[in-house]
T-cell receptor
Framework: GAVVSQHPSWVICKSGTSVKIECRSL??????MFWYRQFPKQSLMLMAT?????????EQGVEKDKFLINHASLTLSTLTVTSAHPEDSSFYIC?????????FGPGTRLTVT | GENVEQHPSTLSVQEGDSAVIKCTYS??????FPWYKQELGKGPQLIID?????GEKKDQRIAVTLNKTAKHFSLHITETQPEDSAVYFC?????????FGAGTRLTVKP
Protein backbone atom coordinates (compact mmCIF):
# COMPACT_ATOMS: atom_id res chain seq x y z
CA GLY A 1 0.00 0.00 0.00
CA ALA A 2 0.89 3.73 0.06
CA VAL A 3 1.53 4.22 -3.63
CA VAL A 4 1.98 7.71 -5.06
CA SER A 5 2.08 8.37 -8.77
CA GLN A 6 3.22 11.37 -10.76
CA HIS A 7 2.47 12.37 -14.30
CA PRO A 8 4.25 13.01 -16.52
CA SER A 9 7.50 11.28 -15.59
CA TRP A 10 9.39 13.65 -17.85
CA VAL A 11 8.52 16.69 -19.92
CA ILE A 12 10.34 19.05 -22.25
CA CYS A 13 8.85 22.46 -22.86
CA LYS A 14 9.84 25.76 -24.42
CA SER A 15 10.60 28.90 -22.46
CA GLY A 16 7.51 30.90 -21.67
CA THR A 17 5.09 28.00 -21.66
CA SER A 18 3.39 26.43 -18.64
CA VAL A 19 3.63 22.85 -17.48
CA LYS A 20 1.29 20.97 -15.16
CA ILE A 21 2.47 18.04 -13.03
CA GLU A 22 -0.02 15.75 -11.31
CA CYS A 23 0.50 13.89 -8.07
CA ARG A 24 -1.92 11.17 -7.05
CA SER A 25 -2.18 8.95 -4.00
CA LEU A 26 -3.49 5.71 -5.46
CA UNK A 27 -4.53 3.64 -2.48
CA UNK A 28 -5.00 6.12 0.32
CA UNK A 29 -6.35 9.59 0.91
CA UNK A 30 -3.96 12.39 1.69
CA UNK A 31 -5.10 15.57 3.34
CA UNK A 32 -1.63 16.95 2.88
CA MET A 33 0.74 16.64 -0.05
CA PHE A 34 4.16 18.16 -0.46
CA TRP A 35 6.09 19.38 -3.46
CA TYR A 36 9.87 19.16 -3.57
CA ARG A 37 12.52 20.18 -6.01
CA GLN A 38 15.79 18.33 -6.32
CA PHE A 39 18.92 19.44 -8.16
CA PRO A 40 21.49 16.86 -9.29
CA LYS A 41 23.34 15.26 -6.39
CA GLN A 42 21.51 17.39 -3.86
CA SER A 43 18.92 16.85 -1.20
CA LEU A 44 15.21 17.47 -1.39
CA MET A 45 14.14 21.09 -1.15
CA LEU A 46 10.60 21.61 0.08
CA MET A 47 8.75 24.07 -2.15
CA ALA A 48 5.28 24.03 -0.68
CA THR A 49 2.78 22.16 1.42
CA UNK A 50 -0.54 21.48 -0.24
CA UNK A 51 -3.66 21.02 1.87
CA UNK A 52 -6.88 19.70 0.41
CA UNK A 53 -9.46 22.42 0.07
CA UNK A 54 -7.23 25.29 1.12
CA UNK A 55 -4.39 27.39 -0.18
CA UNK A 56 -0.92 25.95 -0.32
CA UNK A 57 1.78 27.11 2.06
CA UNK A 58 4.97 28.10 0.25
CA GLU A 59 8.47 27.98 1.63
CA GLN A 60 10.45 31.17 1.79
CA GLY A 61 11.88 32.12 -1.57
CA VAL A 62 9.39 30.09 -3.62
CA GLU A 63 7.23 32.26 -5.88
CA LYS A 64 3.61 31.26 -5.41
CA ASP A 65 2.56 32.97 -8.64
CA LYS A 66 5.11 30.98 -10.59
CA PHE A 67 4.50 27.61 -8.98
CA LEU A 68 0.73 27.23 -8.77
CA ILE A 69 -0.50 24.44 -6.55
CA ASN A 70 -4.01 23.03 -6.47
CA HIS A 71 -5.16 20.27 -4.13
CA ALA A 72 -8.69 19.72 -5.32
CA SER A 73 -9.29 16.29 -3.80
CA LEU A 74 -7.88 13.94 -1.19
CA THR A 75 -6.01 12.01 -3.89
CA LEU A 76 -4.82 14.68 -6.29
CA SER A 77 -2.53 17.67 -6.13
CA THR A 78 -1.18 19.54 -9.14
CA LEU A 79 1.83 21.79 -9.58
CA THR A 80 1.82 24.18 -12.52
CA VAL A 81 5.08 25.83 -13.48
CA THR A 82 4.02 29.02 -15.22
CA SER A 83 6.11 30.90 -17.78
CA ALA A 84 8.85 28.34 -17.48
CA HIS A 85 12.49 29.33 -17.92
CA PRO A 86 15.61 27.15 -18.32
CA GLU A 87 16.49 27.72 -14.67
CA ASP A 88 13.25 25.94 -13.74
CA SER A 89 14.67 22.74 -15.21
CA SER A 90 14.84 20.27 -12.36
CA PHE A 91 13.49 17.07 -10.83
CA TYR A 92 10.16 17.74 -9.13
CA ILE A 93 8.93 15.21 -6.58
CA CYS A 94 5.68 15.11 -4.67
CA UNK A 95 4.87 13.24 -1.52
CA UNK A 96 1.60 12.40 0.20
CA UNK A 97 1.04 12.25 3.90
CA UNK A 98 -0.49 9.17 5.47
CA UNK A 99 -0.73 9.76 9.20
CA UNK A 100 2.81 10.76 10.13
CA UNK A 101 4.49 9.04 7.18
CA UNK A 102 5.33 10.59 3.82
CA UNK A 103 5.30 8.56 0.65
CA PHE A 104 6.98 9.91 -2.45
CA GLY A 105 6.06 9.81 -6.08
CA PRO A 106 8.56 8.73 -8.74
CA GLY A 107 9.35 12.30 -9.72
CA THR A 108 9.00 14.41 -12.86
CA ARG A 109 12.01 15.62 -14.77
CA LEU A 110 11.31 19.00 -16.32
CA THR A 111 13.58 20.37 -19.03
CA VAL A 112 12.93 23.88 -20.29
CA THR A 113 14.58 24.75 -23.59
CA GLY B 1 13.51 25.51 12.53
CA GLU B 2 14.81 21.98 12.29
CA ASN B 3 18.31 21.37 10.96
CA VAL B 4 19.39 17.85 10.01
CA GLU B 5 23.00 16.95 9.38
CA GLN B 6 24.00 13.69 7.77
CA HIS B 7 27.38 11.93 7.56
CA PRO B 8 29.17 10.69 5.62
CA SER B 9 28.28 12.21 2.27
CA THR B 10 29.74 9.21 0.46
CA LEU B 11 30.37 5.68 1.69
CA SER B 12 31.96 2.79 -0.15
CA VAL B 13 31.90 -0.71 1.30
CA GLN B 14 32.68 -4.19 0.13
CA GLU B 15 29.78 -6.55 -0.47
CA GLY B 16 28.92 -8.34 2.75
CA ASP B 17 30.28 -5.61 5.01
CA SER B 18 28.12 -3.33 7.15
CA ALA B 19 27.31 0.30 6.41
CA VAL B 20 26.43 2.94 8.98
CA ILE B 21 25.01 6.38 8.25
CA LYS B 22 24.54 8.93 11.01
CA CYS B 23 22.30 11.95 11.39
CA THR B 24 21.85 14.64 13.99
CA TYR B 25 18.93 16.99 14.43
CA SER B 26 18.39 20.21 16.30
CA UNK B 27 14.69 20.41 17.18
CA UNK B 28 13.95 18.49 20.37
CA UNK B 29 10.26 18.45 19.42
CA UNK B 30 10.92 16.21 16.41
CA UNK B 31 9.22 12.88 16.98
CA UNK B 32 9.46 10.93 13.74
CA PHE B 33 12.63 9.88 11.95
CA PRO B 34 12.33 8.13 8.59
CA TRP B 35 15.02 6.90 6.25
CA TYR B 36 14.63 6.98 2.50
CA LYS B 37 16.50 5.20 -0.29
CA GLN B 38 16.68 6.97 -3.64
CA GLU B 39 17.90 5.28 -6.77
CA LEU B 40 19.00 7.26 -9.79
CA GLY B 41 16.11 9.00 -11.53
CA LYS B 42 13.52 7.79 -9.05
CA GLY B 43 11.66 9.18 -6.08
CA PRO B 44 12.76 8.42 -2.51
CA GLN B 45 11.43 5.19 -1.05
CA LEU B 46 10.70 4.83 2.66
CA ILE B 47 12.77 1.92 3.95
CA ILE B 48 12.47 2.21 7.72
CA ASP B 49 11.35 4.72 10.30
CA UNK B 50 11.43 5.19 14.03
CA UNK B 51 9.32 7.19 16.40
CA UNK B 52 10.56 9.09 19.40
CA UNK B 53 9.26 6.61 21.94
CA UNK B 54 11.46 3.82 20.57
CA GLY B 55 15.23 3.45 20.77
CA GLU B 56 15.80 0.85 18.10
CA LYS B 57 13.96 -0.80 15.24
CA LYS B 58 15.06 -3.59 12.95
CA ASP B 59 13.75 -4.93 9.66
CA GLN B 60 15.77 -7.79 8.25
CA ARG B 61 19.16 -6.35 7.22
CA ILE B 62 18.41 -2.76 8.16
CA ALA B 63 18.11 -1.22 11.59
CA VAL B 64 17.76 2.26 12.97
CA THR B 65 18.77 3.55 16.39
CA LEU B 66 17.66 6.76 18.04
CA ASN B 67 19.24 8.66 20.90
CA LYS B 68 16.84 11.46 21.82
CA THR B 69 19.08 12.86 24.51
CA ALA B 70 21.94 13.36 22.10
CA LYS B 71 19.58 14.13 19.19
CA HIS B 72 21.11 11.66 16.82
CA PHE B 73 19.93 8.61 14.92
CA SER B 74 21.66 6.10 12.71
CA LEU B 75 20.92 3.67 9.90
CA HIS B 76 22.69 0.32 9.93
CA ILE B 77 22.74 -1.99 6.93
CA THR B 78 24.30 -5.41 7.46
CA GLU B 79 25.45 -7.91 4.85
CA THR B 80 25.38 -5.25 2.17
CA GLN B 81 24.58 -6.21 -1.40
CA PRO B 82 25.26 -4.35 -4.68
CA GLU B 83 21.55 -3.53 -4.95
CA ASP B 84 21.87 -1.53 -1.73
CA SER B 85 23.86 1.02 -3.74
CA ALA B 86 21.83 4.25 -3.76
CA VAL B 87 21.52 7.60 -2.05
CA TYR B 88 20.09 7.44 1.46
CA PHE B 89 18.38 10.37 3.15
CA CYS B 90 17.52 10.72 6.80
CA UNK B 91 14.78 13.05 7.93
CA UNK B 92 13.37 14.46 11.14
CA UNK B 93 9.76 15.48 11.46
CA UNK B 94 7.59 17.36 13.91
CA UNK B 95 3.91 17.33 12.98
CA UNK B 96 4.46 17.01 9.23
CA UNK B 97 7.26 19.56 9.15
CA UNK B 98 9.87 17.18 7.74
CA UNK B 99 13.45 18.21 7.05
CA PHE B 100 15.98 16.11 5.22
CA GLY B 101 19.66 15.47 5.56
CA ALA B 102 21.94 16.14 2.62
CA GLY B 103 22.11 12.47 1.67
CA THR B 104 24.71 9.71 1.65
CA ARG B 105 25.78 8.05 -1.57
CA LEU B 106 26.39 4.40 -0.70
CA THR B 107 28.35 2.23 -3.10
CA VAL B 108 28.59 -1.49 -2.46
CA LYS B 109 31.41 -3.06 -4.42
CA PRO B 110 30.94 -6.67 -5.48
Amino acid sequence: GAVVSQHPSWVICKSGTSVKIECRSLDFQATTMFWYRQFPKQSLMLMATSNEGSKATYEQGVEKDKFLINHASLTLSTLTVTSAHPEDSSFYICSADRAIEQYFGPGTRLTVT
Amino acid sequence: GENVEQHPSTLSVQEGDSAVIKCTYSDSASNYFPWYKQELGKGPQLIIDIRSNVGEKKDQRIAVTLNKTAKHFSLHITETQPEDSAVYFCAASNNNDMRFGAGTRLTVKP
